[in-house]
């Protein structure tokens, strides 16, 4: 059985960078399509994306400061997150999907994903 686990989460100050990491049990994680998702107080929103091919893909209130990346000897995607903002504090989900997207197609909403880790939470104090 398949199982992502999330991890890095904490309490952080605005300004400040954390790592989250996104371990996938069961199977090799560079045969998913991996994407993270945030929730705050409304709907479950996406961040990044990368591909089996490594492709990425960012949100537009993330890019620059936030970067995916697979580390395939650990079986993980993680999401480096830099210069954090107060609206950046929510509840962080990693998911995956078998199927191939990119590089020009990504998946940015959480119907396309049917695996779900439980969640890492992120606060940034201003």
């Known amino acids: 059985q398949v199982q992502l686990t999330e991890s890095g989460g904490g309490l952080v100050q605005a300004g400040d960078s954390l790592t989250l990491s996104c371990i996938v049990s069961?199977?090799?994680?560079?045969?998913?399509?991996v994407a993270w998702f945030r929730q705050g107080p409304g709907a479950r929103t996406f961040v990044a994306t990368i591909?089996?091919?490594?492709?990425?893909f960012y949100a537009e209130p993330v890019k620059g400061r936030f970067t995916i990346s697979r580390d395939n000897a650990k079986n993980a995607v993680n999401l480096q997150m830099s210069s954090l903002k107060s609206e950046d504090t929510a509840v962080y989900y990693c998911?995956?999907?078998?199927?191939?997207?990119?590089?020009?197609?990504?998946?940015?909403?959480?119907?396309?994903?049917?695996?779900w880790g439980q969640g890492t939470q992120v606060t940034v104090s201003s």
């Open positions: 591909t089996q091919s490594e492709d990425t």
């Open positions: 069961g199977r090799a994680s560079s045969t998913y399509t």
């Open positions: 998911a995956a999907d078998e199927r191939s997207w990119g590089p020009k197609l990504f998946p940015t909403i959480a119907s396309d994903f049917y695996r």
